[in-house]
């Protein structure tokens, strides 16, 4: 009953990675990185991974597909598959800077691991933890349990790659957001390689399967393809302009003359920082001369920014328009324009036309 149950997951994931995969491929030059197609290969290659255990265990019906522990196909598999899924964000992070050695350098614990193997080492099975402990300290089982180390500092890897915001898609809470869902991957991956318990199948599959479909819709419904913005503004800046000035032309020039709000990542306490005081008195100082919050005054220079060109150029590219104002989520940047100019940027539009 459990072997068919899994087999029905399996199914239901390699069909919603293969139309993930196809979709993203049709769609992948619509975008000028590689970003989509890195995301295709993945979904393509995971499903026809499924359709092979699928067709396996149908050909081999006394095969259970959750009765070994740290079984060699699946530590180097699930290596091969958080890899593969982490060129991805890393496209967006940092628009085609995985070329050559850098490629090579990301797949080379996959290589480290798996060689080994083509050069003729068996692995023992482990049909418990008892058999684990057993042969643990035998090359085979410390080549496996080193393998499930590396994915997880793999997984960790998004958190340490730097990334110009002027130039990727990608802000801290999109960051943070997609290493939070790989190392979710990584907790159900252990459970499923450590465990003999058939739950964790069917929870790693189906995890996986959303998180796929979670980029595939974040890449064609939300995510903002980066444009040009001057290196001159959103960050850095001569404050000594200024330095003998109130809190309020300080923060009136960093956001005003140097437009920090066109950096997604830029925050109160980023602010605060930046002006060597107290994230306190900046929400305060700005909160008694517009009546807003820090985020909603931020979002509304966004928004003036946009309505500003809008009505200079009614026919410019909306999308490319949100991100130079510093939003990097279609729905995010349409919802905050309807929020403070009380209409959609079409309607905006139609009102100048």
Known sequence: ?????????FGICMAVYMACGILLWTKRKEVQDRSRLYLSIFGIVVSISYLARIATMTNNQELKPYMELLPPFSVIGGLLAITLFLIYPIEVMRPRWLNGWRLLLLFSPIVFIAAPALFGLRFQPLMSMSDLWEHIAEPDVVLRLL????????????????????????DYHWVRRTTLMAQMISVLYFGLILTNLAVFQILHSLWCAFVIAYFTYNELQVRLVPVGVPESLGDGGDLSVVENK?????????????????????TVASVSQTLGTNRIYVARCIKEHTGMTFNDYMNSKRVDFMANLLRQNPTQNQKQLFFAAGFRSYPTAHRNFVKFKGCSPTEYVGKFS
């Open 246 to 266: 109130d809190l309020w032309q300080q923060v009136s020039y960093l956001m005003d003359i140097k437009e920090y709000w066109r950096n997604p990542d830029t």
């Open 147 to 170: 393998g499930v180390v590396t994915l997880t500092f793999i997984s960790l890897l998004l958190l340490v790659i730097p990334y110009n915001w002027r130039m990727s898609s990608a």
């Open 1 to 9: 009953m459990m072997t068919t149950l899994i087999t029905c997951c």
